[in-house]
């Protein structure tokens, strides 16, 4: 039995989420209020929607986690909340329950980056898996790499210099009249595609570099569809797009981490993000990492995306560190992540 219960609290985005979760690697509960169907309409999220929906849910998802994880409010030992970045107002959401929950409990309150959150998730997966790690957090608003020195330190070894790899895949899926979440539609039509059919650009930015860019790759994508417009309204055309497309957004986010690993000289590197459930990229990501020796780590594709179960993790480390967050704690759109060391 566990010694020590978190209750993790997410609301960084369009999903409301709460967990419970025990010495940082037992799952008791993990609920997570998707606001999928209610965006779609809009082709987006839109953050006010957002955060009003947030406000409906949060105390039944907690509440939930709670009852599902089999214990009660006085169980806790904890409480782990995404404090930024993402969107602010649905930030506020959560920041001002676990607060609330924190006073009312009296038990401490731990501030984690969603980054750092992502990250963490790999640990849920493999409690063998111990720093120091490459990690590679890819999803709709972040591309980044991350070298774990120890737990909770952090050095971002590369970031994205315009378009995450899920905003192309969002703003592609866009374009191919894919529905929203666009990502997951855009995998799913590329596999009735030949991912060698189209040599779209890979942005290298230089040797050795672990910056992304994949502007270019879009507005090529976007070139190749205008000149071809009389072509469009054929599935196995569009088919072909979206895997060619696929493929050059994997192939430069996995060689980039493997490099990344060579440099820092670890044996270790991890997946995380909403991408990262992407099948193509694992699967390359997979080969690469035996070619190379190195051993791949990645959760399963519901910690994936976003979810309270990794937020509670990272805020177990937290405490182990002894980091408490003040009851004035405030949400932060754009949050750093060298403040979560």
Known sequence: MPSAWILGI???????????????????SNIIASQIAVHRQFGGVVPEVA?????????????????????????????????????IGALLVGVA??????????????????????LYANFLANRELTPPLVCLVVSGGHTSLIFLKDHLEYEILGATRDDAA??????????????????????????????????????????????FSFSGLKTAVLNYLRDHDEE????????DVAASFQAAVVEVLVKKTVTAAKLRGVSDVCLAGGVAA?????????????????????????????????????GYYHFLKG????LNQEACASYPLVTAK
């Open 97 to 118: 329950a676990a607060k609330a929950y924190s006073y009312a409990l009296n038990i401490p309150l731990a501030p984690v980056h969603h980054l750092e959150a992502h």
């Open 278 to 314: 992407n099948s193509a990229l694992r699967e390359l990501f997979e080969r690469e990492a035996a070619r190379e020796n190195l051993r791949f780590h990645f959760p399963e594709k519901k910690l994936c995306t976003d979810n309270a179960a990794m937020v509670a993790c990272a």
């Open 166 to 211: 899920g905003e192309a895949f969002d703003k592609i899926a866009r374009v191919l009249g894919l529905p929203y979440p666009g990502g997951p539609a855009l995998e799913e039509l590329a596999q009735g595609g030949d991912p060698l059919a189209i040599r779209f650009p890979r942005a290298w930015l230089g040797n050795n570099s672990l910056e």
């Open 51 to 87: 955060s009003r929906q947030h406000l409906e849910k949060i105390t039944y998802v907690v509440e939930k986690a709670i009852k599902d994880a089999g214990l009660g409010f006085q169980d806790l030992d904890g409480v782990a909340v995404t404090v930024g970045p993402g969107l």
């Open 10 to 28: 997410e609301t960084s985005c369009d999903e409301t989420s709460a967990a419970v979760v025990g010495d940082g690697g037992y799952i008791a």
């Open 232 to 239: 469009k309204s054929k599935e196995l055309f569009h088919s």
């Open 323 to 326: 980091d408490r967050a003040p």
